[in-house]
């Protein structure tokens, strides 16, 4: 949720200061002082920062909340990063043809690590020079199941004493990630914070996943409508379940597609009690439940199975240790075109080691 005013702590911005349009880079608190300078420059409202030389300094906008003890009673915040690894950061950079000197420009990106202690990691980075403008491309690296919190730009320079100014018109990111979500090498908890808990546990033990639900339908949901087309893949192990599985564009808790692997009614006790049978379904999830695809499936409790989603224009597929299980087209005007991934069980309990994503282009 960029847009809270989350409080930048820990992240030093020295010898920066900044002018322009308050919601330029959302969150950011930046004051409203009327137009930037960088209108007479590039022709548009942008945000304009203030570099005191020779120094250097950073301006970042958080993609994630910051690190807090975690609520003990009551309503806790709930929230999803809105950056993750391997999707494209572009930035519309311009520097003033009044500057002095150069600028060096990176950009740069924070996210947790050790005990949740934010890190930086280092991104492309270029010399602009007097009047000079460029685009800045970034594809974010793997963090190791680590969220992404900040995300901005680090400037430097030599000369002065002066001031130089560096006009950010845009700062966009686009496209579904490419990251293995896990349990990071080092201590902390804001990985598994980076999930909506819409269950009644939701922990990291003995797997680093683990969901259940007493009563009802139960997820973790993680993502955001960026997500369009991409394949979620996750070897799922099913504990008691009446209903468990996956999801994919989810846009809430009642809103988005999933692959769900049903026990037998009532009628087939034997088989029950055996723990065998039961449905697979390709379901749009909505006020009532739609199944686009179905089939009979025997599972078993305690098995693990190899399970992939992949969700790409009107196409749904689900496959099973890499070969298609079940397949629909969902071309109606419900049809759901962005959202997030989930974990899903109904009255019992799952769990796995690691989660992956992709993006698709198109389908095989």
Partial sequence: IPQ??????????????KTGIPDAIPGAGIPMEGPSPAQAVAGSRCLALHLRLPGRGRALTRTFRDHAPE??????????????????????LHADPANPAPVAVRLVACCYGDADAEEVLDGPACTLRPGTGTVLAWTMPETGGQPICAIGLALAGRGGPAEARVYLDRL???????????????????????????????GDFPQAFVLSQDHGRGMAILGTRDWRDYRVAATLTPQLAQSWGIGARMQGLRRGYAALFDRPPPATAPDRAAGRTGRVRLVRLGAEDT?????????????????GLRVCGAEIVLSLD???????????????????IALICEEGAISAECIIIDPVEEMP
Avoid at 72 to 84: N, S, V
Avoid at 322 to 340: F, N, V, Y
């Fill in 4 to 17: 809270t005013g989350i409080p930048q702590t820990g992240i030093p911005q020295t010898g920066l200061t």
């Fill in 71 to 92: 609520a003990p009673r009551g309503y806790a915040l709930q929230c999803c990063p809105t950056l993750y690894p391997g999707q494209l950061v572009l930035a519309w």
């Fill in 172 to 202: 966009h990111w686009e496209g579904a990630p490419r990251m293995v979500l896990r349990r990071p090498d080092r201590p902390g908890t804001m990985w598994r914070r980076a999930w909506v808990d819409a269950a009644s546990h939701f």
């Fill in 291 to 307: 199944t686009l695809a179905e089939r009979p499936f025997s599972w078993s409790c305690g098995v693990a199975c190899a399970l």
């Fill in 322 to 340: 890499g070969s298609m299980l079940l397949h629909a087209r969902d071309e109606t005007p419900a049809r759901l075109d962005c959202g997030a």
